[in-house]
């Protein structure tokens, strides 16, 4: 048997470490359905044997404090909520015991922005990380040395795994389960808990906000000047004009604040417009590409699936 160490953390989500808890147990009724013996001991491990989550909304008890745990095979990191840096300071002491498990052979399932606590560990540095697209500029902020991944929903690096999503995190238990039973475990839980199995990217649900926290006024006008004007046929040397600055210094500074090239920014700019068009439903799929300043239709779908996963049609169907 897996020994699962589910976290209590202070400023978790009551639902992340309530999903992780139950389906873990029901797969151990699937293997008895099935005449195999139970595969997971799943616990609720805490400071205290007693935790407040949310506010003092919700208590829950633990199964045992850390100091009960002296080996465990998997440990379970639940979503965190609020104010990260606090939440990481009230987390501080499961860090050393966290390192300690890790190092003796235990896996680490983390789940969402439950990374930010992960992270503040060092575990994280140089390798990579799933992060949620609305979290990624303040990830990066505090963590610059870790891999970002902002596209696809799981990471899996050296015996931890990350997601980025908020309910995302079912994907990524449905993931640990194929490793540690196989394929038809992970099927019969998705159609159990319906969880739809084939959710592998970000990109068909992220809102893209550009990365404003760098204090450069020059770059901010030219984000300014690109965000208000998404319809625009934007040329980079205009840009450039406008703000009395050469291209080359320019492109290296832009890249240097937001993160992104500045054409790929102009493109996901109006991608963003394009969505709320189509979802407004009231537009032809021509209409709209024209209106984000493409005239070449084809052109404009290839950069719409390149940061959405989707066709503007298939986009339409989705969410108009």
């Not at 199964?63 to 465990?72: L, N, Q, V, W």
């Not at 990374?115 to 990066?140: P, Q």
């Not at 196989?182 to 739809?196: Q, R």
């Not at 970000?202 to 901010?220: A, Y």
């Amino acid at each position: 048997m897996k020994h699962i160490s589910i976290l209590s953390l202070s400023d978790a989500t009551l639902t992340s470490i309530d999903s992780s808890h139950q389906l873990f147990n029901r797969v151990n009724d699937f293997m008895r359905y099935q005449g195999r013996a139970p595969f997971y001991n799943v616990e609720i491990i805490g400071l205290d044997q007693k935790i407040e989550l949310g506010n003092g909304l919700y208590t829950i008890r633990a199964d045992k404090t850390i100091e009960e745990i002296i080996k465990t095979d998997v440990i379970v990191i639940p979503l965190l909520c609020g104010d990260f840096q606090k939440a990481i300071a009230k987390n501080e002491k499961y860090t050393d015991w966290l390192i300690s498990q890790y190092h003796s052979g235990a896996e680490i399932v983390c789940l969402c922005v439950g990374s930010f606590y992960l992270a503040s560990t060092g575990l994280l540095n140089d390798r990579k990380c799933a992060v949620h697209w609305a979290a990624k500029n303040e990830f990066k902020a505090m963590f610059p040395a870790v891999k970002i991944i902002d596209d696809s929903i799981i990471t899996d690096e050296k015996g931890i795994y990350t997601c980025g999503g908020g309910y995302s995190y079912l994907n990524l238990l449905l993931y640990i389960l194929e490793k540690h039973l196989g394929k038809d475990i992970s099927i019969l839980a998705s159609k159990m808990f319906e969880i739809d199995i084939e959710r592998k990217s970000q990109n068909p649900f992220v809102i893209f906000m550009g990365q404003k926290r760098h204090g450069d006024e020059l770059i901010l006008k030219a984000q300014e000047y690109i965000e208000n004007t998404p319809g625009a046929a934007f040329s980079v040397d205009k840009i450039c004009e406008q703000l009395s600055i050469g291209r080359r210094t320019f492109e290296r500074k832009f890249k240097k604040c937001t993160g992104n090239s500045i054409t790929e920014y102009i493109q996901r700019v109006k991608v963003e417009f394009a969505k709320k068009q189509l979802e407004a439903g009231k537009k032809t799929v021509n209409e709209i590409t024209y209106e984000t300043g493409y005239n070449d239709a084809d052109a404009f779908r290839k950069v719409f699936k390149k940061f959405t996963d989707l066709s503007p049609a298939d986009y339409r169907k989705k969410y108009a």
